[in-house]
């Protein structure tokens, strides 16, 4: 399971695929906009404050959930470590008074390896979740203009496994977006995103033409 690889087909069409596949239909950019915010989940009575740069009030609680991704990274990756170097007596002995150098050096090499990886990773979920409370506590809000297109990755595990990601790509910054969200997007048309600074975290979306 370990050694298991992972390939990644990334479908990035580009707007000259979409204006052959799609037709855009008659919505006017009020009814697409209401149409996007619906599947969405996002409330168009806060496109006022986001307009102004701000995060809206009742914006905060819909993010709270971006938090679980960089706690579970946190805790899995630190409690594995935190229960090997127990298991292994590391703790004890620091605590006995054996010095810190000739632990390290009794560590396998094989371990010293993984636990710097485990570490990488739990340093990486910190990350993220200071740059996710930053958002939520920072009330500020980004917003970009232009075209805008879907986009699929799928990735394939060897065991046949596949998992798919739909994407709303605009002036080329790119927001994750669940697949309902996703199918009521029409290419080409021109948007208005609003977004967190610095998860890049889509909060809210008007059509423009």
């Known amino acids: 399971m370990a050694d298991q690889k992972k390939r990644i087909k990334v479908f990035n069409m580009s707007s000259e695929d979409f204006s052959r596949g799609g037709l855009r239909s008659d919505k006017t950019p009020a009814e697409?906009?209401?149409?996007?915010?619906?599947?969405?989940?996002?409330?168009?009575?806060?496109?006022?404050?986001?307009?102004?740069?701000?995060l809206g009030q009742?914006?905060?609680?819909?993010?709270?959930?971006n938090l679980v991704g960089?706690?579970?990274i946190i805790v899995v990756t630190l409690g594995f470590l935190i229960f090997q170097l127990t298991t292994?007596?590391?703790?004890?002995?620091?605590?006995?008074?054996?010095?810190?150098?000739?632990?390290?050096?009794?560590?396998?090499?094989?371990?010293l390896i993984i636990?710097?990886?485990l570490l990488a990773v739990a340093l990486f979920g910190i990350f993220l979740l200071i740059c996710t409370l930053l958002d939520l506590?920072?009330?500020?809000?980004?917003?970009?203009?232009?075209?805008?297109w879907k986009k699929v990755t799928t990735s394939t595990d060897d065991d046949g496994s596949t998992t798919t990601r739909t994407y709303y790509v605009v002036a080329d910054q790119r927001f994750n977006v669940k697949s309902r969200g996703f199918r009521v997007l029409e290419n080409g048309r021109n948007y208005r995103v609003y977004f967190t600074p610095r998860r890049k975290i889509l909060v809210n979306i008007e059509a423009m033409d």
């Open 88 to 111: 292994q007596g590391f703790f004890k002995r620091y605590s006995m008074g054996t010095p810190l150098a000739a632990l390290t050096s009794e560590i396998p090499q094989a371990f």
């Open 32 to 54: 697409l906009t209401s149409d996007l915010a619906e599947a969405n989940g996002f409330d168009l009575s806060y496109l006022s404050d986001n307009s102004h740069g701000e």
């Open 115 to 117: 636990g710097g990886i």
């Open 58 to 65: 009742g914006q905060a609680g819909p993010l709270m959930k």
């Open 137 to 148: 506590f920072g009330g500020a809000v980004v917003s970009l203009e232009g075209p805008g």
């Open 70 to 72: 960089p706690l579970l």
